[in-house]
């Protein structure tokens, strides 16, 4: 399913993923991300929204999968998540793009 900006805006809170290493997520980001999920992950945002804690945990694993991650075990044990919280490092947004439309 392809959702408009405005449905994106409807679904009440944004998306936030607190451990992933991009520092804002702006509504055009977050439409892309949400336009990128899986129809299952799609469909319990529509149900529970963004905060809803499982539906968080499914998108934060799929876009770890999206930029080179097992599983989050391996993203916490990683460069990029050191630097992420130690320095507020983040991905190169333009390549995370690229990455999440295949």
């Known amino acids: ?25 702006d509504d055009n980001l977050g439409l892309l991300i949400l336009n990128s999920l899986p129809s299952n992950i799609q469909g319990d945002i529509v149900s529970w929204g963004f905060s809803d804690t499982p539906t968080r945990e499914s998108i934060f694993c799929f876009l770890l999968d999206k930029i080179g991650f097992n599983s989050p075990e391996e993203y916490y044990k990683s460069e990029v998540a050191k630097e992420f919280f130690q320095n507020g490092a983040q991905i190169d947004l333009e390549n995370f793009k690229q990455r999440i439309v295949k």
């Open 1 to 25: 399913m392809k959702f408009t900006l405005e449905q994106y805006k409807s679904i009440g809170e944004p998306l936030v993923l607190d451990d992933f290493p991009i520092n804002k997520i």
